[in-house]
Structure formats: C-alpha cells, structure tokens
C-alpha cells in the first residue's frame, strides 16, 4: 500500500472524504452511460459542484464516505501471457492515463467525484497519478483479466468504471502510431528516434568534414552542387523575414510589407496592391458623386482586407518554406555522408565512424524488435472485449 493510502484511511476517521451521500444512489445494478455526461450523472445523482466551498465545509458533509471497487473484465482470445501483459501495461501506462484525465477534466463534475476528495492540501501527489492508484489489474486465467477500480465511494468507483470501458476502446481504436498506448513500444520508438538523429548528427559532421576533397565523383559533386543551390534559398528566404521582423517591431506602416521581394512575388498580392491602389486614388477624387465614392471606399476596404490577409499567407508560407529547405539540406548532408563513406577508405579511421556502424547496429536490432511488438499488439488490439462485473 502506497504512503498516501496509509494516509487516507487515517483521514477518514476525521471526516476527510466528500460525497457520501452518493452511497445511497448506487445500491442498484444501474448501466451507466457515457454518450451523454449529463445523463449519467443524473443516473448518478451527481449535484453540481459548488467550486467556492471550502476544504472544512466539504469534509464536514462527508463523514460517512468509504472505500468502494468496481471490478471490470478484459478477455482475450490470445492465451499467450503477452496479451493480458501487454493490455494490463497500457491500461496503466500514461499515454492511457492521460486520455482519462482530458476526459475528466471536460467534465468538472465527473472529475471532482472521482478524484475531488484528493485534491486539497493534504495530498501532495499529481491528479495523474492519483488517478493511477485508482486503477489495479490483476490476471484472472490465461484469456482474462480483472480492471478493479477504486473509489471513495461507490458512484465514484463505478463512475470511474464506466469510463475506463469506454475510453479504453476509444483509445484504442484511436491509437497514433507515434504515441502508442502500450509504455514498451512508446520506449522502443524514442530509443528509434534517437538512434536516428544521432546518425544523421555524424553523417552531418563527415560531409561537413570531407567538403574540400578534391578527388569527389559526379554524384558527390552534384550532391554539393544542390545543397549550396539550398543554401541560397535559404539565406534569400531568411533575409526576407528578418525585414519583416524588424519591420513588425518598429510597428511602421503594413504596406511596407510589400517593399520585400518575396511577399511581393507571393500570390496575389500584386494583384491586390495594384487594385487598391488604383481605389485608393479613386477615393479622392472630388468628382465622384456620393454613391460611386461609397462603392469604392467599400471595395477598397474589401481590397486592403484581402491583400493583409494575402501578406500573412506569404510570411506564413515563407516561414514554412525555410523549415522545408532545412530538412532537405540536412537529408542531402546525409545521403552525401553515405556516399563519401562508401567510397573513401581513410575515413573509417576516425571514431565517429565506428560509433556510426555502432549506432546503424543498434538501430536495425531496435527497429526490428519494435516492429515484432508492433505486430504482437495489434494482434492483441483486435481480439479483446470489456464488460462490467454483475
């Protein structure tokens, strides 16, 4: 049992806990819904909180609050110990824990049940993992698995039951494969990601080092030919944004915008310059009668409103274009890298090489144990079902 377990049971003879009147909302086998949260918690009995009381003046209405579970079944098709392993691992891992914490904080009420009576200045630990201390798993046989979810009280523990079933499935179905549920794959896929960034950190180093060969094939030449091309682009583009930050800072006149060739040359926005312009010069003409002179103060609002929002694609788009030219840069620094590699002999000599073929090692074997679990989980993911406990 966990320090503030310890701590918890002592309080409640003190009256810590809220909502006990809760206890007497639940004696009946009740299936809760959560497509609509309001529903539920009029199934519940849940009152509106009342987020201006203070700690003393909720532990004095609940004195009367106990510990209470609600128990889930996972069962799976897979009788393989990996399979409840790998379900009973992301049912507590944190991207899951996450996911019903976004949950529960859209719905302050469900929230402040579940979790209310932990939040004060007794309770020095985290909401996320309060909440994981709630949720308990443990094997039943090798197909089934038992969800005990833990409560102050029992519209708490079956609150929290409820949404477990549902968010789980959620998730899921749900599941980014750059954020995977299961806590060992999301380890597998940082230890991939660094792995990769530190090769690409050497090869970057190697080209960088071997520039001024001389003795370079066509393929290195037009290699070197295609990033100085890139870092033209990019200097243009850089210079550009510089003049549109000094001239953001200096808050002088938007129309200066268009004083930068690249803005200039974006879109539409000579088009719209040209137009406004020629309205703007209509405006002040003192022969035009009321009506034409209204007509074209709108259309040159209608005009300088299109041409702002034309600027701000094209800084937009220049900012995005520079992050492009980066990457493209650096793959082209790489593949360069793996070129020159494959064809000199006396850069093997330098460590960095050896701590590249390392790496490139570590990586194939990282790579293909993450891809096997992958395929492990997925399997998992397609053969398992939740149901409430009777």
């Known amino acids: 049992m966990q320090t503030w377990h310890c701590i918890a049971l002592l309080v409640l003879s003190v009256g810590i806990f809220f909502y006990a009147t809760y206890l007497r909302d639940v004696e009946k086998n009740t299936t809760l819904s959560l497509e609509d949260i309001t529903s539920l918690e009029k199934k519940l009995g849940i009152e509106k909180v009342d987020f201006e009381n203070n700690f003393t003046e909720k532990a004095s209405r609940n004195k009367e609050s106990t510990w209470a579970e609600k128990s889930l079944t996972l069962k799976t098709s897979i009788t393989q110990n990996y399979a409840l392993a790998y379900h009973a691992s992301a049912l507590e891992g944190e991207i899951f824990l996450e996911s019903l914490l976004a949950k529960l904080n859209d719905?302050?009420?469900?929230?402040?049940?579940?979790?209310?009576?932990?939040?004060?200045?007794?309770?020095?630990?985290?909401?996320?993992?309060?909440?994981?201390?709630l949720i308990y798993t443990r094997r039943l046989s090798?197909?089934?698995?038992?969800?005990?979810?833990?409560?102050?009280?029992?519209?708490?523990?079956t609150l929290l039951g409820e949404i477990i079933q549902r968010e789980y499935k959620k998730a899921i179905a749900l599941?980014?494969?750059t954020r995977p549920l299961l806590p060992s794959l999301h380890?597998?896929?940082?230890?991939v990601l660094q792995l990769e960034k530190e090769a690409a950190e050497i090869k970057v180093y190697l080209s960088s080092m071997l520039e001024d060969n001389p003795n370079e094939s066509i393929e290195a030449m037009a290699l070197r030919s295609e990033i100085l091309q890139l870092d033209n682009d990019i200097d243009q583009f850089r210079n550009s944004l510089i003049k549109i930050d000094s001239i953001h800072n200096e808050k002088t006149s938007p129309r200066d915008y268009l004083n930068i060739k690249r803005v200039q040359e974006y879109g539409k926005v000579s088009e719209y310059s040209h137009i406004y312009e020629k309205l703007e010069q209509m405006s002040k003409d003192k022969k035009l009668n009321e009506l034409t002179k209204a007509e074209v103060i709108k259309n040159l609002h209608l005009t300088g409103d299109s041409l702002n929002q034309?600027?701000?694609?094209?800084?937009?788009?220049?900012?995005?274009?520079?992050?492009?030219?980066?990457?493209?840069?650096?793959?082209?620094?790489?593949?360069?890298?793996?070129h020159i590699l494959s064809k000199k002999t006396l850069i093997t000599q330098d460590p960095r090489v050896k701590k590249l073929n390392f790496i490139r090692d570590e990586l194939?074997?990282?790579?293909?144990?993450?891809?096997?679990?992958?395929?492990?989980?997925?399997?998992?993911?397609?053969s398992f079902e939740i149901h409430k406990d009777s």
């Open 364 to 382: 194939a074997k990282t790579q293909e144990s993450y891809e096997d679990e992958l395929l492990r989980w997925m399997n998992c993911k397609n």
């Open 187 to 191: 380890e597998k896929l940082k230890s």
């Open 175 to 177: 599941e980014e494969k």
């Open 310 to 338: 034309e600027i701000i694609l094209a800084i937009n788009f220049m900012k995005e274009r520079v992050s492009e030219l980066l990457q493209k840069k650096s793959s082209l620094q790489q593949e360069l890298a793996d």
């Open 142 to 157: 090798p197909g089934k698995l038992e969800i005990l979810c833990k409560g102050h009280s029992a519209s708490a523990a």
């Open 107 to 133: 719905n302050p009420n469900a929230k402040s049940l579940i979790l209310g009576t932990f939040v004060n200045e007794l309770f020095n630990h985290s909401e996320k993992e309060i909440l994981s201390s």
